[in-house]
């Protein structure tokens, strides 16, 4: 079991910059695949991006690709998610969430932390 907190959301003028972080504790971490999801208001949670345990491999969404980055620090059990270039789309609720395969799909993601929210402005 992987027990996940989100941190660093908040408000943001479009075209800004927010890092979320995501603080993990669990024997298992470190073999586990991890994702970040999000989920706009009124809408279903959709997926973000993913990254391999050993941080080698890492997928994206169409809509984030080139503008997030998702990283991770297995000696100090952090995820993280570089978001550059926000736009108002990108508002939602942030999730980070372990699973033990490489998949986009929510269903099999089976530790998800609380989320935290991220706001963009015009």
């Known amino acids: 079991q992987v027990q996940l907190v989100e941190s660093g959301g908040g408000l943001v003028q479009a075209g800004g910059s927010l890092r979320l972080s995501c603080a993990a504790s669990?024997?298992?971490?470190?073999?586990?695949?991890m994702g970040w999801f999000r989920q706009p208001p009124g809408k279903v949670r959709e997926f973000v991006a993913r990254i391999s345990w050993t941080g080698a491999g890492t997928y994206y969404a169409d809509s984030v690709k080139g503008r997030f980055t998702i990283s991770r620090d297995n000696a100090k059990n952090m995820v993280y998610l570089q978001m550059n270039s926000l736009n108002l789309e990108d508002t939602a609720v942030y999730y980070c969430?372990?699973?033990?395969?490489?998949?986009?799909?929510?269903?099999?993601?089976?530790?998800w932390g609380q989320g935290t929210q991220v706001t963009v402005s015009s």
């Open positions: 669990g024997r298992t971490f470190s073999s586990s695949y």
């Open positions: 969430a372990a699973t033990g395969m490489p998949t986009v799909l929510a269903s099999r993601y089976s530790n």
